[in-house]
């Protein structure tokens, strides 16, 4: 069986893309898992960043993407995909001079995405509150029919920054989320909403449809998990100040360590700086740790191992 993780939060430019990519490429590599990574957010950033644009597009104007199977749901016309969406080792087929990440395969998403998620929310097949059940639980049925949990050690979902079906669909069918967050009073606070979000809203819901509809034991997803487990909170894109004797800007270390008195062991006690060298890695379609752009240097790619394995001793 997988483990099945969400890197999530409703607030935009947080850091959640950025995340999914090295802790996927971490756990491909150095702990030599076999890796699925589901982009879910209809910006494509991952997809783009992993297959680099012309491959994305090529997959995006195919429809080999996740938006299929979101699709198949609301035109009944479009079949369920298979494991045809499923990309092996992209970051080789992007650039076949490297196959660094062999253990990686990937399932992008599409622009069109967005306007699916739409459609989803307005079309109801059978009984609603069935409908309601069946539209949360795409993902774990097509794991389920592709067999993911075989063959994949991780699944990993980069979600966008919002918590509507296409994101339920990804807490639905994992066992944890991590939840990568700017230590500045705004982002801060949404985390505890957010949490409660996820447990009423979502988990709370789902199986009061699974129970009312009510679905036959036989007919719930292998993949379908009742209850997301929070594995860490992770300081993200903190700012470091020469000044400060903490090494870093005072709204930051104030909302850290207000983080971490709320949050105990939750809160991730590494975290990933704001440092030159990130975007830039991201930019020229690689993790920090292959790529050769002056600024992602030692320090760079060692923060970011270092966040890795403490996520990774978290998933279990
Ligand atoms: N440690 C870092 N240092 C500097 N810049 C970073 C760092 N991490 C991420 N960034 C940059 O911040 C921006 C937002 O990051 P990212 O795309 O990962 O966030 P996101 O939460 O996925 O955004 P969205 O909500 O739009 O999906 C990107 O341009 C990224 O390259
Ligand atoms: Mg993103």
Same mark, same amino acid.
């Given at each position: ?84 969406? #499923? ?6 087929? $992007? ?5 660094? @990440?062999?253990?990686? !395969?990937?399932? +992008? /998403? ?28 795409? #993902? ?6 592709? $067999? ?5 050690? @991780?699944?990993?979902? !980069?979600?966008? +920054? /919002? ?50 509809? +009510? ?102």
């Amino acid at each position: 069986m997988s483990t099945k993780v969400c890197v999530i939060n409703f607030k935009g430019g947080v850091g959640k893309t950025t995340l999914t990519i090295h802790l996927a490429t971490y756990l491909a590599s150095v702990k030599k898992k076999k890796v699925l990574v589901i982009d879910i957010d209809h910006q494509s950033s991952l997809s783009i960043v992993l297959l680099g644009g012309e491959l994305w597009e090529q997959k995006a104007n195919e429809n080999k993407t996740i938006n299929r199977l979101f699709e198949s749901y609301c035109k009944r016309t479009v079949a369920i995909p298979g494991n045809e969406i #499923i990309i092996q080792n992209p970051f080789h087929l $992007k650039d076949s001079r490297y196959n660094f @990440y062999p253990n990686l !395969d990937m399932v +992008p /998403a599409q622009f069109e995405l967005d306007n699916t998620e739409i459609e989803l929310a307005s079309t109801t097949i059978g009984s609603p509150t069935y409908a309601e059940w069946e539209k949360r639980t795409l #993902i774990a049925s097509w794991l389920d029919k592709v $067999k993911a949990h075989e063959i994949y050690d @991780y699944i990993i979902y !980069d979600c966008p +920054p /919002a918590t509507k079906l296409v994101s339920q669909n990804a807490v639905s069918a994992s066992d944890f989320y991590i939840i990568p967050v700017i230590p500045d009073e705004m982002s801060s606070r949404g985390v505890s909403h957010f949490q409660e979000l996820v447990k009423n809203n979502i988990n709370q819901k789902l199986e009061f449809y699974r129970k009312s509809a +009510p679905v036959n034991a036989k007919d719930v997803p292998i993949n379908y998990v009742p209850s997301i487990k929070l594995a860490g909170i992770v300081p993200f894109m903190v700012k470091s100040s020469g000044r400060a004797i903490s090494g870093i800007v005072n709204i930051h270390t104030r909302q850290m360590d207000e983080l971490q008195t709320r949050w105990g062991d939750k809160y991730v006690e590494v975290n990933v700086k704001n440092m030159v060298g990130v975007p830039e890695s991201i930019e020229s379609g690689w993790p920090v740790w292959n790529t050769y752009v002056r600024n992602a240097t030692p320090a760079v790619k060692q923060m970011m191992t270092t966040v890795c394995e403490n996520i990774y001793s978290r998933l279990k």
